[in-house]
Antibody
Framework: QVQLVQSGAEVKRPGASVKVSCKASGYIFTDNYIHWVRQAPGQGLEWMGWINPKSGATNYEQRFQGNVTMTRDTSISTAYMELNSLRSDDTAVYYC????????????WGQGTLVTVSS | QSVLTQPPSASGTPGQRVTISCSGSSSNIGRNYVYWYQQFPGTAPKLLIYRNNERPSGVPDRFSGSKSGTSASLTISGLRSEDEADYYCAAWDDNLRGRLMFGGGTKLTVL
């Protein structure tokens, strides 16, 4: 069965960077896109972008352009999301999610990683 | 402010039918599939409906989806207390090289 296991919670200072990992299993890692979605406390879901694990191509939501980098390591079936220049309003749970079928909306989700930005 | 508009809240009593709407535009719902997600507090979202009206295996047939023009809806029949959760619609938007848009979410309360 498809499983996505994310790295643990992080606490960061404003201006720092955070890198969240997402280890996939139960399917061929390069066959499906990985999305990153975040959810601020008490707020809704916000799409950040996707990475095509096969080619490494990315598509970032415009508001995150220049601040986010999505990468992958196919040898260990793991995707990464790095967010730079953190601000307090970046405090959120960050989810990775695999598309349900190739190129579709997310269908399988990781457990989420809480990133807290605080001085 | 979300591009896809959902009512912030909905409610019903056990056994009732509840419908949650999701309104978009020609660049998103009008051209692309709508997906629905269910989320309980402190947990990851779960896929409930894909491609407008399809259910993944394991999702009860009490949940159904539909789409017409630039709007979509999620209907829950035979409402149960365990359906109390947040529900989100999502669709791709073809503007700006494609963006995945989520609705603002609807908090469903079972009275």
């Amino acid at each position: 069965q498809v499983q996505l296991v994310q790295s643990g919670a992080e606490v960061k200072r404003p201006g720092a960077s955070v890198k969240v990992s997402c280890k996939a299993s139960g399917y061929i890692f390069t066959d499906n896109y990985i999305h990153w979605v975040r959810q601020a406390p008490g707020q809704g879901l916000e799409w950040m972008g996707w990475i095509n694990p096969k080619s490494g191509a990315t598509n970032y939501e415009q508001r995150f352009q220049g601040n986010v980098t999505m990468t992958r390591d196919t040898s260990i079936s793991t995707a990464y999301m790095e967010l730079n220049s953190l601000r307090s309003d970046d405090t959120a749970v960050y989810y990775c999610a695999r598309d349900y079928s190739y190129g579709s909306n997310p269908g399988y989700w990781g457990q989420g990683t809480l990133v807290t930005v605080s001085s | 402010q979300s591009v896809l508009t959902q009512p912030p809240s909905a409610s019903g009593t056990p056994g009732q039918r509840v419908t949650i709407s999701c309104s978009g535009s020609s660049s998103n719902i009008g051209r692309n599939y709508v997906y629905w997600y269910q989320q309980f507090p402190g947990t990851a979202p779960k896929l409930l409906i894909y491609r407008n009206n399809e259910r993944p295996s394991g999702v009860p047939d009490r949940f159904s989806g539909s789409k017409s023009g630039t709007s979509a809806s999620l209907t829950i029949s035979g409402l149960r207390s365990e359906d109390e959760a947040d529900y989100y619609c999502a669709a791709w938007d073809d503007n700006l090289r494609g963006r995945l848009m989520f609705g603002g979410g609807t908090k469903l309360t079972v009275l």
